[in-house]
């Protein structure tokens, strides 16, 4: 990427979350930072404290989190110093295509910091076939039921996080219908949870699920939007990579057939130790109990082999053990937090020892690591047990499963591929957004969580009135729009 001959015009609006926007142009992707719009005319922080903060997400990400989480799904990018004006230029040729309710925030103009990572969505290396590359985007969220003793209200031992956020959401407007995506399905490790995880995912995305084509998204969901998914131009773009199945009717592939067959590779890939190594299977160690979330539809009864476990080399494996390594839940981290506050105003120089704003070297991770099991009533045990919190946070977390067609000319070269049905696929599983949250987040985490959980048994899990029901079509629909009769004279 030349810097010095950077064009506006050559990269497109990509998406953007809370705190940054990104832009894309062939195999790459840019993430500018962003700031209230009242801080448009005068910026936040200085352009040494952009570069850093940039930085230390790179950092945190290289030293801390491939180390949890593995390597080989870790992508962590790089710091770059944009011209100022093709990022002004830039920050006018997409206000137009940002949601509104996005622009609240404005792209950072002045410190010309971003951070370069590698375009997903369209790899620049692969086979050359028939079918350009799909990429998945997922967020799966919290895979586990907290256990831990500073749990106050019992019904967080039963029913997930993200059921429960769902209510809420939809109780306060953000979406007009419940997602029937379950976490506990999809890291289960039992294919019959995953398949119907996913395919719930499929029938209302909302913002955990996108699907890419080429570098273009062609399956997602608007916030607040009424409209059902469009599940037939999601089936005429996976139809190509699926011709060759088996259920046909009068040569014509079924569109349950082919809906079946991609969530089959998806699950196919979370379940791959994503391009390296043998691992072996673990089983679900939380119990049974614990192992299903009380608000899933997943009906227990239609398991038919049992919890089969998660393979320990695993992108979901590594996933779900880290997310595990926060064992105090908010509730028991918030005192601990209350702790390192009163500690750093009494002695605000210890900031720069305890490392709260970085720098997130192997210095760092050594002291997570070290981090006594019990609570010994120090500081820096607060510290690791919050920063730890930071960097596992259950929510925001995104997978990447990059899937490729393998052609018949390359399939017996191939090492790494999936055959549930031929054609076969290549895939590639990286993991996203691992930015360290701030120190100062946690008083707003516990806020959230009091909140959803008081909406949750105030309704009794309930959906409010008003509210749409979930899509119960949409898979419906594909199979009546495969039940077609054929009359042959006789």
Known sequence: MELDKMDENDWKYHG??????????LSRVLRLLKYPAEDSENPPQTVEQAFRQIQNIVDFSSNVMSSLLGEKFIHSGEVVKLPLEFVRQLSIKVQHQRPAWRCEKVMDIYSGCALCLPN???????????????CIEIKPKCGFLPSSKHVSKDIKTKVCRFCMHQHYKVAGGKWKRRSLYCPLDLFSGNRQRMHFAIRHLIE??????????????????KEGSDDAMDLT?????LRPYFQHGNIRINSHMTSKAVLNDFIQVLVNALLSGGGGGDGGVVTDRQGEGRSFCEASVFNKERIRHGSQGLPSDSVLFRTLQTQMLDTLDIEGLYPLFRRVEQHLQDFPKERTRLQMDGPYNEAFLEKLQKCPTEDDGSVEYAVAKVRLRAGTSRQVLCMMIEVFQISADCLLDSEDFLSSRPPAFSYSVSILDLDPKPFDSIPRQLRLDQKIVSCYLRTGGALPKGSMPPHSGIFAAAEREDCTLLFHPV
Do not use: D, W
Request: glycine share 6%; aromatic share 4%; net charge positive.
């Open 120 to 134: 997903l969505t369209s790899p620049a290396l692969h086979q050359p076939t028939h079918t350009p590359p799909l």
């Open 16 to 25: 953007e979350g809370n705190k940054s926007l990104v832009v894309s142009h």
């Open 204 to 221: 209302e995305p909302q913002n955990n699920l996108k699907i890419f084509k080429g570098g273009q998204c062609i399956y997602s969901s």
């Open 233 to 237: 131009s999601l089936l005429h773009h």
